[in-house]
């Protein structure tokens, strides 16, 4: 009975990981100097809105908030969402920084001024999609070693790519 449990649930958990890789990225931190070239593309101004997708461990938003934004995070793994709060609370940057449980492709992102990620190619495409439908003009999407497929990059800097909506 034991080993017919333990069959199952590595089957279920097997199933949850390959469903975590598809449907986006898997967990790679960005590192510390790849946080603040990213950073430095989003030129965050005070009053911002700005949403990391697939916020891991919240490194990203966290950075933004501090420099002056209302940042979001969205993240998939529930792990690292209560990883990434406890983060946000040790900062002192809660009603600053906010990190939800939510599936990317699920969220809504037309409210935000400023988008992080660090995707990965089978996603790409997709995303710019969803993204060029959503965002309002003049919002700036910022990705980490990814690029769009059909989306002109507006600048970069080294291995990170910056976007404009210009609809
Ligand atoms: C490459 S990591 C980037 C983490 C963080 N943004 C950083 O730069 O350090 C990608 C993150 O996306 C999350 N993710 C994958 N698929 C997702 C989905 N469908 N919706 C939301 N988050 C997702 C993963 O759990 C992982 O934490």
């Known amino acids: ?48 809105k700005a949403a990391d997708i697939g916020s891991g461990d919240g490194r990203i938003l966290i950075a933004m908030a501090q420099a002056g934004a209302e940042a979001h995070g969205f993240e998939i793994n529930p792990f690292l969402v209560w990883w990434s709060r406890r983060k946000i609370r040790q900062a002192g940057l809660e009603g600053k920084a906010f990190v939800h449980l939510q599936d990317l492709w699920r969220a809504d992102f037309s409210a935000f001024d400023v988008v992080t990620l660090f995707g990965i190619t089978h996603i790409m495409g997709r995303l710019e999609k969803k993204l060029r439908k959503e965002l309002k003009p003049g919002a700036r999407v910022v990705s980490m070693a990814f690029k769009f497929p059909n989306w002109p990059v507006e600048s970069q800097l080294e291995a990170v790519y910056v976007y404009r909506q210009v609809v």
Request: glycine share 8%; with cysteine.
């Open 1 to 48: 009975m034991d080993t017919v449990f333990t069959a199952a649930a590595l089957i279920i958990l097997d199933g949850f990981v390959l469903w975590l890789v598809l449907s986006g990225a898997p967990f790679i931190p960005t590192k510390k100097e790849g946080v603040k070239k990213m950073l430095q593309c989003c030129d965050i101004k005070p009053g911002m």
